[in-house]
């Protein structure tokens, strides 16, 4: 169940389906133009062994391998051309957002926790930056519980300070610093988790 999830979550039905048409559309350009590259080239041939005076031809794939050959030769040419062209184009539509998401991800990493994650809307990858931008919100929340807990154990130990200056009871103070250390440890316990 979970490794069909990841996969599902990584490629996309309709990406995939656009990667298989154009895919397909390629495929059949290239069988079309091999069929009528070889109907030219193996007309032109049977023309000129029909005209010509001298025909010495032993089979018929002596007459037609050449025409075939040259014919799929230039085919193949036109389909790496369309392949590569198409191929571009997917990289491109990936290569980009995933550039973007990876700037993101080590802005967050630097401790970037205010600018948010986003993609272009057409680009691909919607599903994962979202994600992240949720990530990038949870550690937000939770760098300020850390916050909030550090200054409530900060201003606990000022007090305990100023009790120990002033000769006063240390029991309060103590009590409130012990338990901004609790509650210290259980925000830092609940980050890790």
């Not at 979970?2 to 895919?23: A, E, P, T």
């Amino acid at each position: 169940m979970g490794k069909n999830r990841r996969r599902q979550y990584l490629v996309k039905k309709d990406y995939q389906s656009r990667f298989i048409l154009r895919f397909a559309v390629i495929t059949t350009i290239w069988s079309v133009a091999a069929i009528l590259l070889f109907a030219l080239f193996a007309g032109r041939r049977l023309e000129e062994a029909m005209y010509s005076s001298h025909v010495n031809i032993a089979s018929a794939s002596e007459l037609l391998l050449p025409s075939a050959l040259y014919a799929e030769g230039l085919a193949l040419l036109l389909y790496v051309f369309l392949l590569a062209y198409a191929v571009r184009g997917i990289g491109k539509n990936i290569s980009i957002p995933l550039f973007m998401l990876k700037k993101d991800i080590a802005r967050i990493g630097a401790g970037d926790l205010l600018n948010s994650v986003g993609l272009r809307p057409d680009d691909e990858f919607q599903d994962l930056a979202a994600d992240v931008e949720k990530m990038r919100k949870e550690l937000g929340r939770r760098f300020s519980e850390i916050k909030e807990e550090h200054e409530a154990l900060a201003s606990a130990v000022s007090e305990l300070d100023r009790a120990c200056l002033q000769d006063r009871p240390l029991q309060g103070p103590a009590e409130a610093v012990k338990t901004a250390v609790a509650r210290m440890k259980e925000t830092l316990h609940a980050f890790t988790r």
